[in-house]
């Protein structure tokens, strides 16, 4: 039982480059959600999915698309990265269809740098 | 919207020691986790607890969620357990989980 995964763990990209970080959870969770954690800015969201087939934007979208492929998978895309785009992503499911209830599970992270 | 305060927001403890570290949120509540990031980056979940008290091991967790906060006790301290501890909270009319900033525990042999 692997819980969150998440791919790649590290990333280096150059400015402009495209990318898509992976998301999958075996917990049969229905809501999943992408933050991330940045120095002194703490855990922000970015989108969220509280079921299969819908997706909502977070406190910080802008630069950022999502895909709910099923309810196992969830992929968050940049498709022009920017220096401000360099941050730690994580990714994390939850049973509760609602967005603030239910017991959050994090995946491992993953470290992108963008140059 | 919620706020979410917690502290101190640095702590440095002997190996053995006792600690406690809380949360204080602005509102009422539907949603409240503890979540313990090691110096790995990893964010693990501690508690779940928007209400009452639980134990795991030499953890434990309470939330008067009437009075507004919730507090992480941290005994006989080991080595493993530095990192930073953050409270996560729901408020109860909905929205998104917001996170405090977060008590970074170091934890010396």
């Known amino acids: 039982n692997a819980g969150v995964t998440q791919t790649p763990k590290f990333q280096v990209l150059k400015t402009g480059q495209s990318m898509t970080l992976q998301c999958a959870q075996d917990m049969n969770h229905n809501s999943m959600y992408w933050y991330r954690q940045d120095p002194g800015m703490g855990l922000r969201l970015i989108y969220y999915s509280a079921s299969e087939g819908t997706t909502d934007k977070g406190e910080v979208p802008n630069g950022y698309n999502v895909s709910r492929l099923n309810k196992r998978e969830f992929s968050l895309r940049l498709e022009s990265a920017a220096p401000s785009q360099t941050s730690v992503y994580f990714c994390?499911?939850?049973?509760?269809?609602?967005?603030?209830?239910?017991?959050?599970?994090f995946g491992e992270g993953s470290r992108l740098t963008v140059l | 919207g919620i706020q979410v305060e917690q502290s101190p927001p640095d702590l440095i403890l002997q190996e053995g020691a006792n600690s406690t570290l809380r949360c204080n949120f602005s509102?009422?509540?539907?949603?409240l986790q503890w979540f313990h990031q090691n110096p790995w980056g990893q964010l693990i979940n501690l508690f779940y607890?928007?209400?009452g008290t639980k134990q795991n091991g030499r953890l434990s967790a309470t939330t008067v969620a009437t009075e507004r906060y919730s507090l992480l006790y941290i005994s006989s301290s080991q080595t493993t357990d530095s990192g930073v501890y953050f409270c996560?909270?729901?408020?109860?009319?909905?929205?998104?989980?917001?996170f405090g900033q977060g008590t970074e525990l170091s934890v010396k042999p």
């Open positions: 509102d009422s509540v539907n949603n």
């Open positions: 607890i928007p209400s």
């Open positions: 996560a909270v729901g408020h109860n009319q909905g929205g998104k989980l917001i």
């Open positions: 994390a499911s939850s049973e509760s269809r609602q967005v603030n209830t239910g017991e959050l599970f």
